[in-house]
């Protein structure tokens, strides 16, 4: 008996994963549902009493650094230049090869650092 049951979980499985081999990246192109916002205060209650409602632990959860690039990125009425030199330094993080981070790490020095200094030559000439 144990063994028809899991012929049929089996089967059940491998109906499913065919299933969804049919329907393309379903789940990917679902929009992030926020909750409503009269459950807002009782959730920031709840996080706040548990010490969960900080920058750092909102911020290093992938769902926390999408909705804070997104907000960076979209909403924000000031510019954030500095999330592309985050995101620019993130990858360079990750790269093994020396030369590779040689490259990228003069390529950031330029974008970013360099730049700066430039728009800002007066304040270092004096």
Same mark, same amino acid.
């Given at each position: 008996m144990?063994?028809?049951?899991?012929?049929l979980a089996d089967?059940?499985? !491998?109906?499913a994963m065919e299933?969804?081999?049919c329907t393309p990246a379903a789940r990917a192109s679902k929009k992030i549902a926020l909750p409503d916002p009269s459950v807002r205060s009782v959730m920031i209650k709840y !996080?706040?009493?548990t010490g969960e409602l900080t920058f750092n632990k909102i911020f290093n959860q992938r769902l926390g650094y999408l909705l804070f690039k997104e907000y960076c990125l979209n909403v924000s009425?000031?510019?954030?230049?500095?999330f592309s030199f985050y995101e620019e330094i993130k990858k360079f993080e990750k790269l093994d090869s020396l030369e590779d981070r040689k490259k990228k790490g003069r390529e950031?020095?330029?974008?970013?650092?360099m730049r700066e200094l430039l728009a800002n030559s007066d304040l270092y000439s004096k």
């Open positions: 144990a063994d028809l049951e899991a012929v089967v059940s499985y !491998l109906m299933k969804s081999k !996080l706040e009493k009425t000031e510019q954030v230049p500095q950031i020095y330029d974008q970013f650092i």
